[in-house]
């Protein structure tokens, strides 16, 4: 879509995912500081920045001290890690009861995408069991994720 809309898209993996490198024991590295690497390496001055989930964390964790190098900042589909109480309160209203207790397969892409896209479906399945998180569902891991800047779960490798 943004492709064809004239805009050139740029794309890359986290540390350990897809394809991607993965972290040095004990140094996962920051997604943010990987990010500034790529955008240095590749020239870029100033850029639209698009982040979903846990790249949403990323991306704001970049726009915060770069703010000049972007012309827009979009963050789909993450929480940002917002702590406020009354936040808080009211997105748990959008979840049903046991909705953190779902396999990680029930809680990622939504039901609706599950059904327009089989394809796709499958191809983030792949994904998701090659990652460290889906590496530790597969050995049995009885945590769920921790997220970034919370305690690492004892399971993963």
Do not use: M, Q
């Given at each position: 879509m943004?492709?064809?809309?004239g805009?050139?898209v740029?794309?890359?993996?986290?540390?350990?995912?897809?394809?991607?490198?993965?972290?040095?024991?004990?140094?996962?590295?920051?997604?943010?500081?990987?990010?500034g690497a790529?955008?240095?390496?590749l020239?870029?001055?100033?850029?639209h920045l698009?982040?979903?989930?846990?790249?949403?964390f990323y991306?704001t964790?970049y726009?915060?001290?770069?703010?000049?190098r972007?012309?827009s900042?979009?963050?789909?589909?993450s929480?940002?890690?917002?702590?406020d109480p009354?936040?808080?309160?009211?997105?748990?209203?959008l979840r049903?009861p046991?909705?953190?207790d779902?396999?990680?397969?029930s809680r990622e892409?939504?039901?609706?995408?599950?059904?327009?896209?089989?394809?796709?479906?499958a191809?983030?399945?792949?994904?998701?069991?090659r990652s460290?998180?889906?590496r530790?569902r597969?050995?049995g891991?009885p945590?769920?994720s921790?997220?970034?800047?919370?305690?690492?779960?004892p399971c993963?490798?």
């Open positions: 943004f492709a064809r809309a805009y050139r740029i794309a890359y993996s986290r540390r350990g995912h897809h394809n991607s490198t993965p972290p040095e024991p004990g140094n996962p590295g920051v997604g943010a500081a990987d990010l790529l955008v240095d390496h020239g870029l001055r100033w850029f698009l982040g979903a989930a846990l790249g949403g991306a964790d726009a915060l001290p770069h703010p000049r972007l012309l900042l979009v963050v789909v589909s929480y940002l890690g917002i702590s009354e936040h808080l309160r009211v997105t748990a209203l049903p046991g909705f953190g779902l396999p990680h397969d892409p939504s039901p609706f995408y599950c059904a327009a896209n089989e394809a796709g479906t191809a983030w399945k792949g994904i998701s069991a460290p998180a889906g530790s597969a050995r891991c945590h769920r921790t997220g970034p800047g919370r305690r690492r779960c993963a490798p």
